[in-house]
């Protein structure tokens, strides 16, 4: 079955950096783009950042493009999310999401807290 597990959230400040990693298993990984969601407090889920299942083509939402980085290693199962500059407002549980194109398919999430 499939199994997605996200880690590496936190707590940073302003203009910090952190990276997240979901690790995939139960599917052929390489086979499939993979895609990063976020959740705040009262607000509905959000894309964040797709990744084809080659690497080679991306997609980001407006409001993190130039600051976060998708990217993926077919060997290792893992997609990562490096996320600099880092804002309040990128507070939110961030999920790993099967598919370039939305599934329900979830890790449990991890928290990313910024401060001001």
């Known amino acids: 079955q499939v199994q997605l597990v996200e880690s590496g959230g936190g707590l940073v400040q302003a203009g910090g950096s952190l990276r997240l990693s979901c690790a995939a298993s139960?599917?052929?990984?390489?086979?499939?783009?993979m895609s990063w969601y976020r959740q705040a407090p009262g607000k509905e889920r959000e894309l964040v950042a797709r990744i084809r299942s080659s690497g080679i083509i991306t997609d980001y939402a407006n409001s993190v493009k130039g600051r976060f980085t998708i990217s993926r290693d077919n060997a290792k199962n893992t997609v990562y999310l490096q996320m600099n500059s880092l804002k309040p407002e990128d507070t939110a549980v961030y999920y790993c999401?099967?598919?370039?194109?939305?599934?329900?398919?979830w890790g449990q999430g991890t928290q990313v807290t910024v401060s001001s």
């Open positions: 139960g599917f052929t990984f390489s086979s499939y783009g």
């Open positions: 999401n099967l598919g370039w194109s939305l599934t329900n398919s």
